[in-house]
């Protein structure tokens, strides 16, 4: 049997880190900024590992030039998470000097020193102001698959992917972005057990229906490009994304009897 100390709950926060939003989002509420946001993003991670010796805390930040570990750091070590989490010198250099819990402290450290130099050697150039959403969702993937691997043989890692509908998460837009935290501690914090015992927000129905590329009209039944898999509502015999022209079967023609 396992028991509830040696389960380990995996906590994967991806956060948005993309200047040019910040920056725009601080010339119209200055109320909420990047700082802020990591800092109810640390609280959270925080109050998940100290409701458990056991668990686990990965932050990445998903910016306009690459994907980046907050924690754990460029210098931090996977095997230290899985050991004793008071034994941790490299991540804790300092020490704790207001006796906060060890760990709390060096992940603050780390996500504060992480983030800074992300920003700081920020160079944007070009027209690309989009954020790799994409590449962070897949390294959180990709470190869940790796935990699961790497753990102990007398423990069992349960990982919850609230980032999608079909696995039972939850999307929720935030009303008040100066109250992130709270929705973040009441929504978010709590493990599977609990969830399911809370009066937790109305999911948001979703439409599973695939959108043409033509018209960005909900279809049931289309036309697919075999080349790149462009939907389309109406038949077009050249692809508009791929530019790949098609043959049409026509009927086949009958001789004229003689």
Known sequence: MVSDEDELNLLVIVVDANPIW?????????QFTLSKCIDAVM????????????????????????SRFLYPGKNGRLGDFFGDPGNLPE???????????????????????????????SDIKGQHTETLLAGSLAK????????????????????????????????LKVPQMPSLLQYLLW???????QRSQLILPPPVHVDYRAACFCHRNLIEIGYVCSVCLSI????????????????????????AKK
């Not at 804790?92 to 050697?121: F, H, Q, R």
């Not at 929504?187 to 057990?193: G, H, R, S």
Request: aromatic residues 8%; neutral net charge.
């Open 22 to 30: 910040w920056g725009k989002q601080a010339l119209k509420e200055s």
């Open 43 to 66: 609280v959270l991670g925080n109050s998940h590992l100290f409701m458990n010796r056991s668990n686990k805390l990965a932050v990445i930040a998903s910016h306009i030039q690459e």
């Open 91 to 121: 991540f804790n250099p300092s020490g704790s000097k207001d006796g906060k819990y060890e760990l709390l402290t060096s992940a603050n450290e780390v996500i504060v020193e992480e983030i800074k130099d992300l920003m700081t050697k």
């Open 140 to 171: 959180a993937l990709c470190y869940i698959h790796r935990m699961n691997k790497e753990i102990k043989d007398n423990q069992e890692m349960k990982s919850r992917i609230l980032a999608c509908d079909i696995t039972g998460g939850l999307y």
């Open 187 to 193: 929504v978010f914090l709590p493990d599977q057990d």
């Open 232 to 255: 389309f509502c109406n038949f077009s015999p050249i692809c508009t994304t791929c530019e790949t022209a098609f043959k049409i079967s026509l009927p086949p023609v009958l001789k």
